[in-house]
């Protein structure tokens, strides 16, 4: 079983950058599909970005040209840089890994614990 633990996460002004991480144990996270999804107070959790195994990236038009989303899967590791950050963006961030990719939480079997992002404006 796939056992993920996100960190980075902190207060942030508006305009400034941040990398979160995610590490991944158990299972190797080479042959899953990864995703990072986000949750602000009051709302459901959305869809952020993710890679798939061959490396091919997507994106919510929200974050589309200010986050990254990377993977190291000799590490076992994930990554998503944000920069360029707004208030709007404050939320936990979560990262999961699927079989399947998706921008959906039912495409994601594991997930982390989430880690808190505060953009202060």
């Not at 996270?29 to 798939?52: D, L």
């Not at 990262?95 to 079997?109: F, K, L, N, P, W």
């Amino acid at each position: 079983q796939v056992q993920l633990v996100e960190s980075g996460g902190r207060l942030v002004q508006a305009g400034g950058s941040l990398k979160l991480s995610c590490a991944g144990s158990g299972p190797t996270i080479t042959n899953y599909a990864i995703a990072w999804f986000r949750q602000a107070p009051g709302k459901e959790r959305e869809f952020v970005a993710y890679i798939k195994r061959t490396g091919t990236t997507y994106y919510a038009d929200s974050v589309k040209g200010r986050f990254t989303i990377s993977r190291d899967n000799a590490k076992n590791m994930m990554y998503l840089q944000m920069n360029n950050l707004k208030p709007e963006d404050t939320a936990v961030y979560y990262c999961a890994a699927g079989t399947r990719y998706g921008m959906v939480t039912s495409d994601y079997t594991y997930w982390g614990q989430g880690t808190q992002v505060t953009v202060s404006s």
